[in-house]
């Protein structure tokens, strides 16, 4: 699929959000709802830092080495172009998140040399499904938001957009993660649904394909939405955010143990587990968009 010339849009804050908006929603915090209200709850609500993991890092740094690929003139998207990235931008990542360096102990070369390896073998695995000297994406993280049910604010980063030359969408999102395939596809489908409600709300084009791309294991995984389905799938979105607020109202956010857990950075807190919550934070202030002029979680950091 070919696209449009590449444009990378950053809106930041929604300075046009309609006064009758009332709250927002990432695909990222609707999963965490989701997957157990009170992973949800630690993070959106109590806001507990998260110290980031190997994998998660991997990730970041393979998505960014994979969005700074498509600046290059075609030609030159090769394996090895790809490769001559990986050091810099994983430079670049720390100077912008130092907490990066915490993963590895000072001085342990051979532990970082492996890490850099290690998002390498990955990028092989992408240059094993698709051909970058082929593609001209439309679009590269890029923030993207719509409002539904006229109060509530969806929005989100996708990995990657190409738009055919009769316009057809195509979402691409690109996956990293070594946890086992069946516990993450529920939830990355999930996200690429809500990526496809928003670009159908704000463009009037039902994506034509939703497309995983596993690194890992080199595998394609594509999905054809239809309007029938987007409009099911904003029913299940508005309703999953007025269970949120219910619970919100009445601080009832309850463990909902899974294989998750194991990824769970909030395990000696959790009941399941034999830890306890800390209390209920005081409500701040009313403001509904308070999620909204924060960041969403960026490209990679959900892996
Ligand atoms: S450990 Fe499991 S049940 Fe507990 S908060 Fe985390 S994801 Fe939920």
Redesign the pocket.
Known sequence: MTAEPVTTQQPAAPAEVPPTVRASLSPSRAADFK??P??YR?RSIDRLPERPTVEQARGTLVHAVLERLFDLPAGGRTPDAAGDLVAPQWDRLVTEQPELAGLFAEGDEPALAEFLRSAAALLEGYFAVEDPRRLEPAERESLISAVVDDELLIRGYLDRLDVAPDGALRVVDYKTGGAPREAFEARALFQLKFYALVLWRTRGVVPRVLRLLYLKDAEVCDYAPDADELLRFERTVVALWRAIEQATAQRDFR????R??DW?S??AR?P??GGTPPPFPVPEPADPLRDARSRPAPPGADE
Request: net charge positive; aromatic share 12%; glycine share 0%.
């Open positions: 997957t157990c009170l992973l630690f463990p909902r143990p899974s998750l857990c769970c909030h395990q959790c399941s587990f």
